[in-house]
T-cell receptor, first 115, second 113 residues
Framework: DTEVTQTPKHLVMGMTNKKSLKCEQH?????MYWYKQKAKKPPELMFV???????INESVPSRFSPECPNSSLLNLHLHALQPEDSALYLC??????????????FGDGTRLSIL | GQQVMQIPQYQHVQEGEDFTTYCNSS?????IQWYKQRPGGHPVFLIQ???SGEVKKQKRLTFQFGEAKKNSSLHITATQTTDVGTYFC?????????????WGLGTSLAVNP
C-alpha cells in the first residue's frame, strides 16, 4: 500500500483534450514532486513544490501546468499534449526541509497515453 | 554536467547467487539514495547514505558509500525471486546552491528460480 495516492491510474487522451492528474499525501510532508518516467528509464524530475511554493521547474513545456492547492494536494494540468508525452507520471513527497536531499515516497503513478 | 553512472545495466542470476550494482558520480555528493522499482510498480525508497565510508545493512542488502562520497554500491546476498526489479541510485548534490538529484540509469535484476 502506498501513502501517496494518485488518480487516475490510467488516462487516455487526445492531443486537444484538457485533463488533470491528482496526487494526495497525508504524511505531513511539505515537499511534493512530479516526475515523468519512460519505459526502462529512471524518473525524470519535472517540478518541485516546497511549502506550497514552486521551487523547481526543470524547463518543462507550458502544456504541463502544476498546481499545489494545499500541503496535501498536488495537481498536474495537461493541455495540448503530444504523443511523446505518453509516459508514467509519478508524484512523490518528502520532508520539506532541503527537498531533493530527503527520501521520497512515490505514488503508484498515472499511466498516460496520448492518441 | 553532473552524471551518475550505474553498472551493470542488466544482471541475470540464479536464485541464491549474490548481486552487486555500482554507482559512480562525476562530482562529490552530499548523500546518495537507493530505490527499488518492481516491474509495473513505482520506485520505493530503500536507504539513504550520508557519511563518507558509511555502510548500512538491511537483512540481505548491504549498502556502501565511498570515502570520497563519489561512489556507492548495493550488494544483495543470496538473491531471491522477490528481489527482481530495477535498482536505482540517486545522488544528491548541492553544488553552488543549485540542489540537484541525479538518478542513475538503473540496474535491472532478473532472478531464475
Amino acid at each position: 500500500d502506498t501513502e501517496v495516492t494518485q488518480t487516475p491510474k490510467h488516462l487516455v487522451m487526445g492531443m486537444t483534450n484538457k485533463k488533470s492528474l491528482k496526487c494526495e499525501q497525508h504524511m505531513g510532508h511539505r515537499a511534493m514532486y512530479w516526475y515523468k518516467q519512460k519505459a526502462k528509464k529512471p524518473p525524470e524530475l519535472m517540478f518541485v513544490y516546497s511549502y506550497e511554493k514552486l521551487s523547481i521547474n526543470e524547463s518543462v513545456p507550458s502544456r504541463f501546468s502544476p498546481e499545489c492547492p494545499n500541503s496535501s494536494l498536488l495537481n498536474l494540468h495537461l493541455h495540448a499534449l503530444q504523443p511523446e508525452d505518453s509516459a508514467l507520471y509519478l508524484c512523490a513527497s518528502s520532508q520539506g526541509r532541503a527537498p531533493l536531499n530527503q527520501p521520497q515516497h512515490f505514488g503508484d503513478g498515472t499511466r498516460l497515453s496520448i492518441l | 554536467g553532473q552524471q551518475v553512472m550505474q553498472i551493470p545495466q542488466y544482471q541475470h542470476v540464479q536464485e541464491g547467487e549474490d548481486f552487486t550494482t555500482y554507482c559512480n558520480s562525476s562530482t562529490t555528493l552530499s548523500n546518495i539514495q537507493w530505490y527499488k522499482q518492481r516491474p509495473g510498480g513505482h520506485p520505493v525508497f530503500l536507504i539513504q547514505l550520508v557519511k563518507s565510508g558509511e555502510v548500512k545493512k538491511q537483512k540481505r542488502l548491504t549498502f556502501q558509500f565511498g570515502e570520497a562520497k563519489k561512489n556507492s554500491s548495493l550488494h544483495i546476498t543470496a538473491t531471491q525471486t522477490t528481489d527482481v526489479g530495477t535498482y536505482f541510485c540517486a545522488g544528491s548534490s548541492n553544488a553552488g546552491n543549485n540542489r540537484k538529484l541525479i538518478w542513475g540509469l538503473g540496474t535491472s535484476l532478473a532472478v531464475n528460480p
